[in-house]
Each structure stands twice: as structure tokens, then as C-alpha cells.
Nanobody, 125 residues
């Protein structure tokens, strides 16, 4: 059974850091692209990053580029998202999701077949 389990969220002050993890089971993360999305109440789900061995460098949403870093630990079958220099605008529920390739339309959430349950990141000012 394919499952994605997101964890690592919490409360952090502005300027702080967190590391989110997406633990996969039922498939190898090395064979797929794993993305992070985030969502705040009343807004749509926003693509944050996408990583795949077949896409070269990871993709990032413009507002997080240089602050967030995604990486894949294939031995543990986990994809991480390191969040740094956090601002209150980064407050959201963060989800990981699976697709076959990132590509230029990686941020379109309709391309994803499995989603994790989400982990809440709250950044205080």
C-alpha cells in the first residue's frame, strides 16, 4: 500500500528553521518525484518544491527559493524539506505528494496521485 507520512511541523519564531520529513512506504522515492505543497485556510494548495532524480535540480516556488531546500534520502526512503529564514507568511499546513516527474508544471496539484496527511507549520512574529 502506498503511503506518505509528513512530519516535523511545529511552532517557530520568525527567522527560525524547521525540517519537515515525508516518509514513503509501498514504493521507492527514487522512482518518483516528491513535492511539497502548502495550504492556508481559505486558499488553494500552493506548490513549494519538487525533487526527482530525473529532473536534475529541484524546483522551488519563487518566494521560498534560497530559504527552503528539499533533499531525498533514498536509503531511508524519506524526502526532507529544510525551512529556513521563516516568516509568518510561511504559516500553513504542509503536504507531501507523489507524481512521476516534476517538469515545468510540477506545481499543478492535479498531477499527483498520493498525498500525505499534512503537518502544520506556524511561524510567530
Amino acid at each position: 500500500e502506498v503511503q506518505l507520512q509528513a512530519s516535523g511541523g511545529g511552532l517557530v519564531k520568525a527567522g527560525g528553521s524547521l525540517r519537515l520529513s515525508c516518509a514513503a512506504s509501498g514504493f521507492a522515492v527514487d522512482d518518483y518525484a516528491i513535492s511539497w505543497f502548502r495550504q492556508v485556510p481559505g486558499k488553494g494548495r500552493e506548490g513549494v518544491s519538487c525533487i526527482s532524480k530525473n529532473d536534475g535540480n529541484p524546483y522551488y516556488e519563487a518566494s521560498v527559493k534560497g530559504r527552503f531546500t528539499t533533499s531525498s534520502d533514498n536509503a531511508k526512503n524519506v524526502v526532507h524539506l529544510q525551512l529556513s529564514a521563516l516568516t509568518p507568511e510561511d504559516t500553513a499546513v504542509y503536504y507531501c505528494a507523489r507524481t512521476k516527474l516534476c517538469g515545468s508544471l510540477w506545481y499543478v496539484h492535479g498531477h499527483y496521485d498520493y498525498w500525505g496527511q499534512g503537518t502544520l507549520v506556524t511561524v510567530s512574529s
